[in-house]
């Protein structure tokens, strides 16, 4: 097992959610391609790049580790079940005006976290941890008080990742094998939707002379870059400490929603973010405090 290095573990976490955070960027270019069939390249071009890393990254035994451990195998199924999942819930609502509810879905994943964390590998809540997750769940109740459904474009960006993050963590495998591993699982899914569905614009011969088709080629590095660091990150750090990092990538994803895309900020979905905010806030405040006393 590798030893942690908490300066590699931040460098490597903050990377990673500033290109996520800039992902809107990079879909908002090929928003004419439906997002199942973005997926579908993400996960062909993302196991293909992926491949080819590893055999230059080289990962010594990874594969006998796996062999001999079917476990692991699936629990990886079940992470990149979760992360094809997430991928498609977020390219749909940046395509479809819904990034102000992306934005607020990866804010509230920092406090899934935290509730994963007590849930499942028992760790212990300490009294301002509380009070921020109460505050995110005041947020999230009155959204659904003023607009009468829960935001669920939010809640299931915020679930399926913070499970896939809990999962990864728990698997141990490094990163780049179980990235490719994961998408490699993904691929006869692909393949079989391409070939049930012809008529799709990627499915056209004249489809790959466009710049469009150089785009979805590029799912491949773009996907596999953040993932990467992500996962790197998470042997690093505490995972608390990593679900700190996380709300970078959607304050980027709010500015771009409101100032470079237009999306209407109203004052009830602004006061569900500032009952998160003030969750957030708490919750930073005590990770400073718990990392001075550490020290």
Request: hydrophobic share 55%.
């Amino acid at each position: 097992m590798q030893a942690a290095n908490p300066r590699r573990g931040y460098l490597l976490g903050l990377s990673a959610y500033i290109i996520w955070g800039l992902f809107p960027l990079y879909f908002k270019a090929i928003a004419d391609v439906p997002a199942v069939e973005i997926i579908i390249h993400r996960v062909l071009w993302s196991a293909l790049f992926g491949a080819l890393l590893l055999m230059v990254w080289k990962h010594p035994g990874w594969w006998r580790e796996l062999r001999e451990n079917p476990r692991r195998l699936a629990v990886l199924a079940l992470s990149g079940t979760l992360i094809a999942a997430n991928w498609l819930t977020y390219v749909w609502s940046v395509n479809n005006g819904r990034m102000l509810e992306a934005s607020l879905g990866y804010y509230i994943n920092p406090l899934v976290n935290v509730l994963l964390g007590m849930l499942i590998l028992g760790e212990r809540l300490r009294r301002l941890q509380w009070v921020a997750v109460g505050l995110a769940t005041v947020g999230v109740a009155q959204q659904v008080w003023q607009v009468g459904s829960l935001p669920w474009v939010s809640l299931v960006l915020a679930l399926t990742f913070g499970f896939y993050g809990l999962i990864r963590k728990q698997a141990p495998v490094k990163a780049l094998p179980g990235l490719v591993v994961e998408t490699w699982m993904l691929v006869p899914i692909a393949l079989a939707w391409l070939l049930f569905n012809p008529t799709a614009s990627s499915a056209q011969a004249a489809f790959w002379s466009t710049s469009e088709a150089w785009w979805l080629v590029a799912a491949g590095p773009v996907t596999l870059v953040p993932l990467v660091c992500f996962n790197a990150a998470a042997r690093h750090l505490p995972y608390t400490t990593l679900g700190f990092l996380q709300y970078l990538a959607p304050t980027l994803v709010l500015l771009q929603a409101v100032l470079l895309f237009g999306e209407h900020l109203s004052s009830t979905t602004l006061v569900a973010f500032m009952f998160i905010w003030a969750g957030l806030a708490v919750y930073s405040v005590d990770a400073w405090m718990s990392l001075r006393r550490r020290r």
